[in-house]
C-alpha cells in the first residue's frame, strides 16, 4: 500500500526529516485562528486521491505553539486525522513525538482529573489504526488505546550525542528519586559500571513549588541530569546548582522533550549547565538529537 506523509505544524523539522528516511512522499498543512478563537486546519492538498485508499501517516506533537497553546496542537491533531478520514485513507498511523498532558497521569489533590487518560481516549474515538510516541511519562496510559501502541525510547540516542561531546568520568543523576529506573536505564548507555544518584526533591502539590537537597560525590566528574521534560526548567536548575556545588565539572542537561518555558534557558545556563541537549519531538533551537531514524526504524 502507497503510503503518504502529513506533517503537521507543530513538528515540520521532524517531519521532513522521517520523509527523508522513508522516502515517502508528504504535505503540510495550512492553519489559522478565527477572530473568536476558533483553530482552523486544511490539508495542503488540492486533490483527494493524494490520501485516498493511501496508508497514512500523520506527524503531530504536542508541544506548545508560538503563543504557548498546547491545547491548540490537540486540536490540530483531531482535525488531521478527521479529515484524511473524510477523504478515504485506508490507514491511518499517529505519531505524537510528545504527548501534553501526559503528566496529569494522577491525582494528587480532591478534585483533579487523570486528563492523560481521557486525551488518549479522544484520540482513540476517532479510529486510528496505530499510534506512536516518544518516552511519554507513564507508558501504563496507552492502554487507554484499542490499537497498536508503541512508546519509543530515546535514550540510546541522546546517550551517543553526549558520548561524541567529550564526556568523561560521567555520573548520571536523576532530578528525584521516581526518576531513578528512567536514570539507571540510561546510565547502561554510557557503560555497566557508570554510577547513577539522585537528589531529594519535594514538591508543594498546591503551589508547585519545589525544595531539593543533595550531597553527592561528584567532584570532577561529567554530570549527565537526565529527565524526559524541561518545561520551565526549575526542577533542572536547582539540580545543576547542587551538582556544581558537589564539584561537577561539566553539567549536561539532558531531555527528550525540551519545551524551554518562562526563560528556561537562561535559568538553566545560569546554574551552570555546561549545554542543554534536547530532540526534535520539539521544534527548537534545543534539538540537537533527531527521533527521525528511530521511528523511521519503527514504520
Same mark, same amino acid.
Given at each position: 500500500?502507497?503510503?503518504?506523509?502529513? #506533517?503537521?505544524?507543530?513538528?515540520?523539522?521532524?517531519?521532513? &526529516?522521517?520523509?527523508?528516511?522513508?522516502?515517502? =512522499?508528504?504535505? @503540510?498543512?495550512?492553519?489559522?485562528?478565527?477572530?473568536?478563537?476558533?483553530?482552523?486546519?486544511? /490539508?495542503?492538498?488540492?486533490?483527494?486521491?493524494?490520501?485516498?485508499? =493511501? !496508508?497514512?501517516?500523520?506527524?503531530?506533537?504536542?508541544?506548545?505553539?508560538? &503563543?504557548?497553546?498546547?491545547?491548540?496542537?490537540?486540536?490540530?491533531?483531531?482535525?488531521? #486525522?478527521?479529515?484524511?478520514?473524510?477523504?478515504?485513507?485506508?490507514?491511518?498511523?499517529? +505519531?505524537?513525538?510528545?504527548?501534553?498532558?501526559? &503528566?496529569?497521569?494522577?491525582?494528587?489533590? %480532591?478534585?483533579?482529573?487523570?486528563?492523560?487518560?481521557? #486525551?488518549? =481516549?479522544?484520540? @482513540?474515538?476517532?479510529?486510528?489504526?496505530?499510534?506512536?510516541?516518544?518516552?511519554?511519562?507513564?507508558? =501504563?496510559?496507552?492502554?487507554?488505546?484499542?490499537?497498536?501502541?508503541?512508546? %519509543?525510547?530515546?535514550?540510546?540516542?541522546?546517550?551517543?550525542?553526549?558520548?561524541? &561531546?567529550?564526556?568523561?568520568? +560521567?555520573?548520571?543523576?536523576?532530578?528525584?528519586?521516581?526518576?531513578?529506573?528512567?536514570?539507571?536505564?540510561?546510565?547502561?548507555?554510557?557503560?555497566?559500571?557508570?554510577?547513577?544518584?539522585?537528589?531529594?526533591?519535594?514538591?508543594?502539590?498546591?503551589?508547585? !513549588? %519545589?525544595?531539593?537537597?543533595?550531597?553527592?560525590?561528584?567532584?570532577?566528574?561529567?554530570?549527565? /541530569?537526565?529527565?524526559?521534560?524541561?518545561?520551565?526548567?526549575?526542577?533542572?536548575?536547582?539540580?545543576?546548582? %547542587?551538582?556544581?556545588?558537589?564539584?561537577?565539572?561539566?553539567?549536561?542537561?539532558?531531555?527528550?522533550?525540551?519545551?524551554?518555558?518562562?526563560?528556561?534557558?537562561?535559568?538553566?545556563?545560569?546554574?551552570?549547565?555546561? !549545554?542543554?541537549?534536547?530532540?526534535?519531538?520539539?521544534?527548537?533551537?534545543?534539538?540537537?538529537?533527531?527521533?527521525?531514524?528511530?521511528?523511521?526504524?519503527?514504520?
Amino acid at each position: 500500500m502507497e503510503k503518504i506523509l502529513v #506533517i503537521g505544524p507543530a513538528s515540520q523539522m521532524l517531519g521532513v &526529516r522521517i520523509r527523508r528516511e522513508l522516502r515517502i =512522499k508528504s504535505v @503540510n498543512t495550512e492553519t489559522k485562528t478565527f477572530p473568536d478563537g476558533e483553530n482552523y486546519l486544511r /490539508i495542503n492538498i488540492d486533490d483527494e486521491t493524494v490520501i485516498k485508499n =493511501k !496508508e497514512v501517516i500523520i506527524i503531530q506533537s504536542m508541544g506548545p505553539s508560538a &503563543r504557548g497553546n498546547q491545547n491548540a496542537r490537540f486540536l490540530e491533531l483531531l482535525m488531521m #486525522i478527521e479529515s484524511v478520514k473524510i477523504m478515504g485513507a485506508a490507514k491511518t498511523i499517529i +505519531i505524537v513525538p510528545y504527548l501534553a498532558y501526559a &503528566r496529569q497521569d494522577k491525582s494528587f489533590r %480532591i478534585g483533579e482529573c487523570t486528563f492523560a487518560k481521557n #486525551i488518549l =481516549k479522544i484520540i @482513540n474515538s476517532l479510529g486510528i489504526d496505530e499510534f506512536f510516541t516518544v518516552d511519554i511519562h507513564n507508558p =501504563k496510559v496507552l492502554e487507554e488505546l484499542s490499537c497498536k501502541a508503541i512508546n %519509543i525510547d530515546s535514550m540510546s540516542i541522546l546517550a551517543e550525542y553526549i558520548k561524541s &561531546r567529550g564526556a568523561k568520568d +560521567i555520573v548520571v543523576v536523576s532530578p528525584d528519586k521516581g526518576a531513578i529506573e528512567r536514570s539507571k536505564a540510561f546510565a547502561r548507555h554510557f557503560g555497566e559500571n557508570v554510577p547513577v544518584d539522585y537528589f531529594d526533591k519535594k514538591r508543594d502539590v498546591k503551589t508547585g !513549588e %519545589i525544595t531539593m537537597k543533595g550531597q553527592l560525590s561528584l567532584k570532577n566528574r561529567d554530570v549527565i /541530569i537526565a529527565d524526559d521534560i524541561i518545561a520551565t526548567g526549575g526542577t533542572m536548575a536547582q539540580a545543576i546548582k %547542587i551538582a556544581k556545588e558537589n564539584g561537577a565539572n561539566k553539567v549536561f542537561a539532558v531531555a527528550t522533550h525540551a519545551l524551554m518555558l518562562q526563560q528556561a534557558t537562561y535559568r538553566i545556563l545560569d546554574a551552570g549547565a555546561d !549545554e542543554i541537549v534536547g530532540t526534535d519531538s520539539i521544534d527548537n533551537e534545543m534539538a540537537k538529537v533527531s527521533l527521525a531514524k528511530a521511528i523511521a526504524n519503527y514504520l
